[in-house]
């Protein structure tokens, strides 16, 4: 089995860039798709970056994820930031016996 | 339009078996490329796959809870359920009911939105 780990928290003005990362413990990150969720307080998740890099229809392009094999990690990348961004941020990925969730990232953008 | 409501006891006691369904509702669950999972997350804490299931009936269960989860499906109800036997406080939670797409562990693009299971005598 692996984990995936993610910063606690990470904090950034408004119209600012931030990168969350998202660092798989063993096996390749390069081997199974990394999807990405937003989690605002008291609501159900949302997608916001499927398959390394794709974003569902609705999602701005402020929001772009890449993987990095060299590190084995994957990346989420906020761009022009809004104070709406604001949120729990999840990476999620899989094997063939299980799906795993990081930790959680909590973004604070003020 | 999608829609996944949870339902089941919000109050289950100690060692006794959890037990929700998801309702589906705006699609058929026998849609092929679908999978319908069960997600929990204890108060304040992380998101905890528990597993999934295909309309066929076939099933994938996180490992370290293997051992408890059954998930079950109705397709003449368009329903999906989840037992967790022995629960412990531990097990108390928000227990999402969502669809995978593509695989059984792969991305989850509709979440319910969740109820409150709490473990408690």
């Known amino acids: 089995n692996f984990m995936l780990t993610q910063p606690h928290s990470v904090s950034e003005s408004p119209g600012k860039t931030v990168t969350i990362s998202c660092t798989r413990s063993?096996?390749?990150?390069?081997?199974?798709?990394v999807q990405w969720y937003q989690q605002r307080p008291g609501s159900s998740p949302t997608t916001v970056i499927y398959?390394?890099?794709?974003?569902p229809s609705g999602v701005p392009d402020r929001f772009s994820g890449s993987i990095d094999s060299s590190s084995n990690s994957a990346s989420l990348t906020i761009s022009g930031l809004k104070t709406e961004d604001e949120a729990d941020y999840y990476c999620?990925?899989?094997?063939?016996?299980?799906?795993?969730f990081g930790g959680g990232t909590q973004l604070t953008v003020l | 339009q999608l829609l996944l409501q949870e339902s089941g006891p919000g109050l289950v006691k100690p060692s006794e078996t959890l037990s929700l369904t998801c309702t589906v509702s705006?699609?058929?669950?026998?849609?092929?490329?679908?999978?319908w999972g069960w997600i929990r997350q204890p108060p304040g804490k992380g998101l905890d796959w528990i597993g999934s299931?295909?309309?066929?009936?076939?099933?994938y269960y996180n490992p370290s809870l293997k051992s408890r989860v059954t998930i079950s499906v109705d397709t003449s109800k368009n329903q999906f359920s989840l037992k967790l036997s022995s629960v412990t406080a531990a097990d108390t939670a928000v227990f999402y009911c969502?669809?995978?797409?593509?695989?059984?562990?792969?991305?989850?693009?509709?979440w319910g939105r969740g109820t409150l299971v709490t473990v408690s005598s």
């Open positions: 999620q990925s899989y094997d063939d016996s299980n799906a795993v």
């Open positions: 969502a669809r995978h797409v593509r695989c059984s562990k792969c991305e989850i693009d509709f």
């Open positions: 398959e390394d890099n794709d974003r």
């Open positions: 299931i295909y309309y066929s009936g076939s099933t």
């Open positions: 705006g699609v058929s669950i026998t849609s092929s490329s679908y999978y």
């Open positions: 063993s096996g390749s990150i390069a081997s199974n798709y």
